[in-house]
Protein backbone atom coordinates (compact mmCIF):
# COMPACT_ATOMS: atom_id res chain seq x y z
CA UNK A 1 0.00 0.00 0.00
CA UNK A 2 2.56 2.46 1.20
CA UNK A 3 4.32 1.59 -2.57
CA UNK A 4 1.21 2.70 -4.48
CA UNK A 5 1.26 5.47 -2.49
CA UNK A 6 4.59 6.52 -3.16
CA UNK A 7 4.06 5.97 -6.78
CA UNK A 8 1.14 8.33 -7.23
CA UNK A 9 3.28 10.67 -5.81
CA UNK A 10 5.96 10.24 -7.94
CA UNK A 11 2.81 10.31 -11.20
CA UNK A 12 0.97 13.08 -9.44
CA UNK A 13 3.73 15.57 -7.53
CA UNK A 14 1.05 17.97 -6.72
CA UNK A 15 -0.42 15.17 -3.85
CA UNK A 16 2.65 15.17 -1.88
CA UNK A 17 1.36 18.45 -0.26
CA UNK A 18 -1.52 16.82 0.51
CA UNK A 19 0.27 13.48 2.31
CA UNK A 20 2.05 15.28 4.30
CA UNK A 21 -0.92 17.12 5.92
CA UNK A 22 -2.75 13.98 6.15
CA UNK A 23 0.73 12.43 7.86
CA UNK A 24 1.08 15.17 10.13
CA UNK A 25 -2.46 15.43 11.32
CA UNK A 26 -2.74 11.52 12.09
CA UNK A 27 0.87 11.52 14.10
CA UNK A 28 0.03 14.68 16.11
CA UNK A 29 -3.66 13.28 16.71
CA UNK A 30 -2.05 9.83 17.67
CA UNK A 31 0.34 12.01 19.98
CA UNK A 32 -1.98 13.61 21.61
CA UNK A 33 -4.14 11.06 22.99
CA UNK A 34 -1.31 8.96 24.05
CA UNK A 35 -0.66 12.37 26.14
CA UNK A 36 -4.10 12.21 27.52
CA UNK A 37 -3.76 8.80 28.13
CA UNK A 38 -0.03 9.11 29.95
CA UNK A 39 0.26 12.00 31.83
CA UNK A 40 -3.38 13.77 32.53
CA UNK A 41 -4.75 12.96 35.95
CA UNK A 42 -7.96 12.38 34.75
CA UNK A 43 -7.75 8.23 33.79
CA UNK A 44 -6.82 5.57 36.35
CA UNK A 45 -4.89 3.10 34.41
CA UNK A 46 -4.04 0.93 37.93
CA UNK A 47 -6.68 0.75 40.20
CA UNK A 48 -4.92 -1.50 42.50
CA UNK A 49 -2.14 0.98 43.40
CA UNK A 50 -3.51 4.13 42.84
CA UNK A 51 -7.42 3.97 42.70
CA UNK A 52 -7.67 7.74 42.98
CA UNK A 53 -4.71 9.86 41.42
CA UNK A 54 -6.64 13.14 41.18
CA UNK A 55 -6.67 13.66 45.61
CA UNK A 56 -2.89 13.40 45.32
CA UNK A 57 -2.48 16.84 43.19
CA UNK A 58 -1.62 20.05 44.75
CA UNK A 59 -3.16 23.49 44.62
CA UNK A 60 -0.04 23.98 42.17
CA UNK A 61 -0.38 21.37 39.95
CA UNK A 62 -1.64 22.22 36.77
CA UNK A 63 -3.89 19.74 35.41
CA UNK A 64 -5.12 21.29 32.22
CA UNK A 65 -3.05 20.55 28.98
CA UNK A 66 -2.34 24.67 27.70
CA UNK A 67 -2.81 27.25 30.54
CA UNK A 68 -3.14 31.11 28.82
CA UNK A 69 -3.20 33.35 31.98
CA UNK A 70 -2.60 31.16 35.29
CA UNK A 71 0.82 30.33 36.83
CA UNK A 72 0.56 27.14 38.72
CA UNK A 73 3.14 27.55 40.23
CA UNK A 74 2.19 30.76 42.77
CA UNK A 75 -1.21 29.75 43.66
CA UNK A 76 -1.52 28.96 47.39
CA UNK A 77 -3.94 26.16 48.40
CA UNK A 78 -7.27 27.22 49.28
CA UNK A 79 -9.40 25.03 51.47
CA UNK A 80 -8.89 22.15 54.04
CA UNK A 81 -6.84 18.90 53.80
CA UNK A 82 -8.42 15.69 53.25
Do not use: T
Not at 21 to 39: D, E, H, T
Not at 50 to 70: A, I, M
Amino acid sequence: MLCQILGQAKKHPSLIPVLVFIGAGGSGSVLYVLCLALFIQDVSWDRKSNPEPWNELGSNDQCKFYSVNVDYSKLKKEGPDF
